[in-house]
């Protein structure tokens, strides 16, 4: 398995990278062309991403060495994600996704840290392989009267997309107080004109008004000094400008082959996707059926569900939001991005690495049907050690809140024994009623949050959850159990 470090050199320190000795183009480092893709590699605006700036300059390597014919969807697939060679393009949006990003990325450098470049760089949609213009022609282009960005023409691209969606632009929402303000504007225009006419009103509405917006004030500050105020910590620190978040729902192809597979992958059999070819030989056409749906990409309706809602939240930074199905996601992401994790160990493998710091984990009990159940090494007095929805009409979830891999960042855990169960854990998360006592517990003095659990049971009613509660918590890492 290729694992690729987050990318941290600067631009003369990757012109002088041992591993790129065999790389024809490092020679003529005073190309103009391969020292702004450098800037851009190892800018800010890449997100500190090795895959993102591994892309970029490989497609620029191959532009500037008049290998064109190598910038493919295939090529870029085996050579900067380390996919086989024999990789399926069309079942593997990676490079698709990456690419979405990577452009919209370049043109925020070109806006920011690069606003002062002579010479621009973009990667036109329809394919793959660079453009550089100059700036002075890029702005003699624009017709006269038009826009006259210092950036290449690059649309935005919403990063809230998955395999399917179309390159369009993200939609930009309104703040609620922003249409609040702007209704009552509209009302204070015409209640002048009715002023100029009646002047003895003036008095009285202003008054009126001056108590009318007072009220309004302490309202909307007492909402958002309670539950919702206190929900707002978590995603502030989940999204930001200055990091990705990457979301994750359930690969339920996963699912699907659980009839084929003795138990649920680790993860690294996930990620070189041997445990499909590890599976006994049976050439019935249901097990053929079967391995063919399993490497297909599939996720819950509870996990679209959760990740739309989130979509809305007036804190969620749509810009930074990425969506990335659980095959596609990489170690790099889970060091320099925060991440939500959807699903537990059964159909999103990745939940497997954070399993050591938690209090409550997953496991595969051969013993109880071969079912999902979570466990609780360490129960308090009102507690279990077992928790299984076999047999009852309960089901159960966990969330946890702890450090990415390089503990720069943030991962949230939002997954259960079952779909019932995810979308419980997902329905307290989404809820500030019900998380904020928890998130008030878990900040400390100077305002931010320190890792907490929580586990959930809800009725299971058709695999729906209804009523979902907390019936366990635990604030502070493993080892202050």
């Not at 050579?79 to 919209?104: C, H, K, M, W």
């Not at 949609?125 to 890029?138: D, H, L, Q, V």
């Not at 209640?191 to 302490?218: D, N």
Request: hydrophobic share 35%; charged share 20%.
């Amino acid at each position: 398995m290729r694992v690729l470090e987050p990318y941290s050199k600067t631009p003369a320190e990757y012109a002088q990278d041992p591993n790129q000795a065999n790389v024809s183009w490092v020679i003529n480092a005073g190309d103009p062309r391969l020292q702004l893709t450098q800037r851009i590699a190892a800018s800010g605006s890449l997100g500190r991403s090795r895959l993102l700036a591994d892309f970029l300059m490989y497609v620029v390597e191959r532009h500037i060495s008049n290998r064109s014919a190598e910038i493919t969807e295939q090529q870029i697939g085996v050579q900067v994600f380390g996919r086989p060679e024999d990789y399926d393009p069309g079942e593997d949006n990676i490079v698709r996704s990456y690419a979405r990003t990577l452009r919209e990325r370049i043109q925020k450098y070109f806006e920011t840290e690069g606003k002062e470049e002579e010479l621009l760089l973009e990667i036109p949609r329809g394919g793959y392989e660079p453009s550089f213009t100059s700036r002075r022609k890029a702005l003699e282009a624009v017709p006269e009267g038009g826009a006259t960005s210092s950036a290449p023409d690059i649309p935005p691209v919403s990063e809230v997309a998955s395999e399917g969606s179309t390159e369009s632009d993200a939609p930009t929402k309104p703040s609620r107080m922003a249409s609040i303000i702007s209704g009552s504007m509209h009302l204070l225009k015409r209640m002048r004109r009715l002023c100029r006419l009646h002047p003895l009103l003036t008095l009285g509405f202003g008054a009126l008004l001056g108590i009318g917006f007072t009220l309004f004030i302490v309202r909307a500050n007492l909402q958002l000094s309670s539950d919702q105020a206190a929900a707002r910590v978590l995603w502030h620190e989940l999204f930001n400008k200055d990091r990705d978040t990457f979301v994750v729902p359930s690969d339920n192809g996963l699912i699907i082959m659980q009839g084929l597979i003795p138990s649920p992958p680790p993860l690294n059999s996930y990620i070189d996707g041997s445990y499909r070819t590890n599976i006994p030989s049976d050439d019935s056409w249901g097990v053929r059926r079967l391995i063919k749906l399993g490497a297909r990409r599939y996720t819950s309706v509870t996990d679209l569900e959760f990740v739309a809602h989130l979509a809305q939240l007036n804190d969620v930074a749509p810009q930074r939001m990425m969506i990335r199905y659980a095959h596609d996601l990489r170690m790099d992401d889970l060091r320099s991005g925060n991440v939500i994790l959807l699903g537990a160990t059964q159909s999103n493998p990745w939940v497997e690495l954070f399993q050591p710091q938690m209090h409550f984990q997953f496991r595969f009990d051969k013993d109880v049907d071969k079912e999902l159940v979570i466990t609780n090494d360490h129960p308090r007095a009102t507690e279990a050690p077992l928790y299984t929805h076999i047999g009852d009409q309960h089901t159960y979830g966990i969330i946890a809140y702890l450090p990415n891999l390089s503990a720069t960042g943030h991962v949230l855990i939002v997954g259960g024994v079952n779909m019932a169960g995810t979308q419980a854990a997902g329905t307290v998360v989404l809820t500030p009623r019900l998380i904020a006592p928890t998130l008030e517990r878990a900040r400390t003095s100077h305002g931010d949050l320190q890792q907490f659990e929580l586990l959930v049971e809800s009725d299971n009613v058709a695999t729906n959850a209804s009523t979902p509660h907390i019936v366990a918590e635990r604030i502070g890492p493993v080892s202050q159990k």
